[in-house]
């Protein structure tokens, strides 16, 4: 009886504690916002930018698979890349609208610096599906440099049944030149 009580003890324990974790993909082993340490304390001098641009980014949080027209949810993976080895890329907004056009969230809170080279990545995990099947991300970007050249994807993946599947759209420049 002891033995099950420990078991059944040890259990619990177990369970509750994974239910506290933060799923946010952006904690590291130590539990800290790797994002954090991109978000800018000062502000960027307005005369040094010569680049800006305003992306859409197209994602699919869930899709029709069938003739019955039952949605198969999908998890979406929102990667901003700087693509220039010497320039930083700012990022401003990067906010998640639904298919009717609302804002769902603001995914950060001021501007962040994206070194040379480097990645950043927002998840909508599949269980989500507040964004709908006409989801969008406006993402709003400078720099000092106008040779700059950012890739902005969105990845999703799904499944439905044994199959699984994925497929990625590109980020759409909403500039008027």
Do not use: W
């Not at 324990?13 to 974790?21: G, M, Q």
């Not at 006409?134 to 199959?163: D, E, H, T, W």
């Amino acid at each position: 009886m002891r033995n099950k009580l420990f078991l059944f003890t040890t259990l619990l324990a177990l369970l509750t504690s994974s239910a506290c974790l933060n799923h946010n993909p952006n904690i590291n082993q130590e539990g800290e916002d790797e994002l954090k340490t991109l978000e800018m304390t000062t502000p960027i001098n307005r005369d040094e930018i010569v680049y800006t641009d305003t992306m859409y980014v197209p994602i699919y949080s869930d899709i029709y698979t069938d003739a019955s027209n039952l949605r198969n949810l999908l998890a979406a993976t929102l990667s901003i890349r700087n693509t220039s080895f010497t320039d930083s890329l700012y990022i401003s907004v990067i906010d998640y609208y639904n298919t009717e056009g609302e804002l769902v969230r603001n995914y950060i809170n001021g501007p962040i610096s994206l070194p040379p080279m480097a990645s950043i990545n927002y998840v909508v995990e599949r269980e989500d599906d507040t964004g709908g099947s006409g989801a969008n991300f406006i993402v709003a970007l400078q720099a000092k440099s106008k040779n700059i050249k950012p890739l902005i994807q969105a990845i999703m993946i799904g499944q439905n049944g044994n199959k699984a599947f994925s497929f990625t759209s590109e980020a759409y420049s909403l500039k008027n030149d």
